[in-house]
T-cell receptor
Framework: DVKVTQSSRYLVKRTGEKVFLECVQDMDHENMFWYRQDPGLGLRLIYFSYDVKMKEKGDIPEGYSVSREKKERFSLILESASTNQTSMYLC?????????????FGPGTRLTVT | AQSVAQPEDQVNVAEGNPLTVKCTYSVSGNPYLFWYVQYPNRGLQFLLKYITGDNLVKGSYGFEAEFNKSQTSFHLKKPSALVSDSALYFCAVRDFRYSSASKIIFGSGTRLSIRP
């Protein structure tokens, strides 16, 4: 059974803190994604990676960075957390380079920045 | 610009009745279309996809979707709703701005509520 895990389900951080969100997939997928989900806005892509050490900006990369040192792990970093980054963060993975593959999602991390 | 729209924020249906969740799209090439479902406090789960071929696509949990090229729509349907179908549903379309990964654009989501 395919599995994407995220390091925390709930996280509370203070403004200005550096925050790390970890995602691990056990399916040997090439592609990994970080989204944020906000009510009424659906899912918006922050960053994605199509190979180890390779990354591309999504639609809302400002205030975020990512790291992919190993194929199975994709980390999202909030360099200096702000209250407008309070959101649900979802990680996903998919195989190959084609656009026909569905994405597999982790359970999400609900981040609150106070 | 490429986009996907879900015109209804909420759909309410009685158990046992047919349900439809609407989705329309705008893309510059052949559309690859997806439906995902999110149950409370869970990540998204893939339901079905249209890539090519038969316009009626069958997916998980008894759901199906009909691709209509002339109306640029991909509505999700089920003949008989269950209370357990209550969830948040997302339509998505391939993002043609990128070719190096299976990137997709998500709609804003439709909350489906099935009353007993």
């Amino acid at each position: 059974d395919v599995k994407v895990t995220q390091s925390s389900r709930y996280l509370v951080k203070r403004t200005g803190e550096k925050v790390f969100l970890e995602c691990v997939q056990d399916m040997d997928h090439e592609n990994m994604f970080w989204y944020r989900q906000d009510p009424g806005l659906g899912l918006r892509l922050i960053y994605f990676s199509y190979d180890v050490k390779m990354k591309e900006k999504g639609d809302i990369p400002e205030g975020y960075s990512v790291s992919r040192e190993k194929k199975e792990r994709f980390s999202l970093i909030l360099e200096s957390a702000s209250t407008n980054q309070t959101s649900m963060y979802l990680c996903a993975s998919s195989p190959g380079t084609g656009a026909a593959y569905e994405q597999y999602f982790g359970p999400g991390t609900r981040l609150t920045v106070t | 610009a490429q986009s996907v729209a879900q015109p209804e924020d909420q759909v309410n249906v009685a158990e046992g009745n047919p349900l439809t969740v609407k989705c329309t799209y705008s893309v510059s090439g052949n559309p690859y279309l997806f439906w995902y479902v999110q149950y409370p406090n869970r990540g998204l789960q893939f339901l079905l996809k249209y890539i090519t071929g038969d316009n009626l696509v069958k997916g998980s949990y008894g759901f199906e979707a009909e691709f209509n090229k002339s109306q640029t729509s991909f509505h999700l349907k089920k003949p008989s709703a269950l209370v357990s179908d209550s969830a948040l549903y997302f339509c998505a379309v391939r993002d043609f701005r990128y070719s190096s990964a299976s990137k997709i654009i998500f709609g804003s989501g439709t909350r489906l509520s099935i009353r007993p």
